[in-house]
């Protein structure tokens, strides 16, 4: 069994900067891809970036490109999400995941265990 517990979430203004991360406990992940997904009220999850078990590919949706940056230390078991200049529509839960799969980052069939959420809110 393997818990992924999400931290780091808050309340922040626009222009702000937060970091989110991701501690797996019952199983190494190592050998696995990992993703951050969110979710805004009122719509579907959706994906905000992936990166490889060795941290040497990393994925992003358009938004998040330039703002965000995802990271691993799998010494720590740990992914991270750094983000930058938040903006308004950033406001979410903001999950993590296991990646099992490796044939398209962004879809969260490709994973199966999943966080409890951090919420992220950004004030404009």
């Known amino acids: 069994q393997v818990q992924l517990v999400e931290s780091g979430g808050g309340l922040v203004q626009a222009g702000g900067s937060l970091r989110l991360s991701c501690t797996a406990s019952?199983?190494?992940?190592?050998?696995?891809?990992l993703g951050w997904f969110r979710q805004a009220p009122g719509k579907e999850r959706e994906f905000v970036a992936a990166i490889s078990r060795n941290g040497d590919a990393t994925y992003y949706t358009d938004s998040a490109k330039g703002r965000f940056t995802i990271s691993r230390d799998n010494a720590k078991n740990t992914v991270y999400l750094q983000m930058n200049n938040l903006k308004s529509e950033d406001t979410a839960v903001y999950y993590c995941?296991?990646?099992?799969?490796?044939?398209?980052?962004?879809?969260?069939?490709?994973?199966?265990?999943w966080g409890q959420g951090t919420q992220v809110t950004v004030s404009s």
């Open positions: 995941a296991r990646r099992i799969f490796a044939m398209e980052p962004s879809r969260a069939l490709e994973y199966d265990y």
């Open positions: 019952g199983r190494n992940l190592t050998f696995y891809g």
